[in-house]
């Protein structure tokens, strides 16, 4: 049987029956969009993962120090006296795969205004690696230099918000602010850093455009700590490319823990391991919902068993007749093969559409990233094609076998 006839034979098939078809591609469609939809928004998830831990800096560790209550501080501080920058040096030290630090720490901030306005922000001293390691860059202005840290300079940086509240006007630049008692030359603004969500894994982002920095020595020698809190509120430790973070992270605790006396006054968070979890986590919803997309396909499979063997039932004379006429057992296999393939191919084709349809629909209505991916295309729609083989052969087998007599004499 040529190829051409073949085709034609077959949509001519397809189309005597329209509603028929119609209803026995839904399945496909269904199945292979969801495919599609559900593939899509998980590489779009992972994507979104990465730009969020981007922000905190894939190489590094980053110490907080904790919390607590005054009665447990004043317990904690007889053997610990939380974090400081000799932990930083020692670490440095004795790790060998610290390429780089920044040390911060937190002001309590009463008041933050300028001449224009002012602001609910935090202040916050930082060493001048900090911008760096924490991928935030500058909408306008500068970073500060070590020599300014090293003579506590009266400089500051803004984060946008806080820019915007002092400055509605613009042109933060040189202007003087004032945080608690201490004025401040603005000398850098930061521009909006990449917020694909508030939080990350339970760890808060976003918090650098509701800060002011200044450099570290400024904020220790110019404002008052509060008492019995340590030298440094967190500090960031950047590993070489191709250090182990999950192993330096351990040697760094167990060194933190020998200096602090075992004292449970930090928590370290590893973006690197944060990101491996994400995408385990995410990894798992793709099986799981490809799977469930998965058994549409195979009910789309059924479906086309199901209306191939009706189909031949209803042309049992037809079926005679080709074989009365010389077709062979092989003939009329592949005309039914050729049907069934066709309906799965049609319905993977609407499908393709229906999933980037359904995929568009998610992302706005639930606010969800969507990145388009390949494979989950290429994969559905073999898949599909692949059903539609595999369901059709054994109607195909049946047909092929009716005995030419018998079918010419039926009713």
Known sequence: MKATALLNDTLAELAQHKLRTFLTLLGMIFGVGAVIAMLNIGE???REALKTI???GLRNLIVEGRSFDEKTLQEQRKHSLGLNQTDIDIAVATIGSIT???A??????????SHQGKSDGSAIGISPSYMQLSKLEFAAGRNFTERENRYAAQVAILGARVAQSLFPNGDALGQAIKVNHVWLQVVGVLAEPYAGSNEFQGIKLGGEQNQLFMPLLTAQ???KAAPLSAELTSFRLQLAENANSALSAKA??????QRHNDIDDYNIVVPAALLAQQKQTQQ???IVMSCVAGISLLVGGIGIMNIMLATVLERTKEIGLLRAIGATQRDIKLQFVAESFAIAILGGLLGIVFGILLSELIAFYSDWAVSWSLLAIVLSFSICALIGI??????AIKASRLDPISALQSE
């Open 44 to 46: 779009g998830a992972e």
């Open 54 to 56: 981007e922000t905190m």
């Open 100 to 102: 780089a630090y920044s």
């Open 104 to 113: 911060e720490r937190k002001i309590d901030t009463h008041s933050l205004y």
């Open 221 to 223: 020698s110019r404002f």
């Open 252 to 257: 760094l605790d167990a060194l933190l823990k």
């Open 284 to 286: 798992i919803f793709n």
């Open 390 to 395: 595999a369901f059709g052969v054994y109607p």
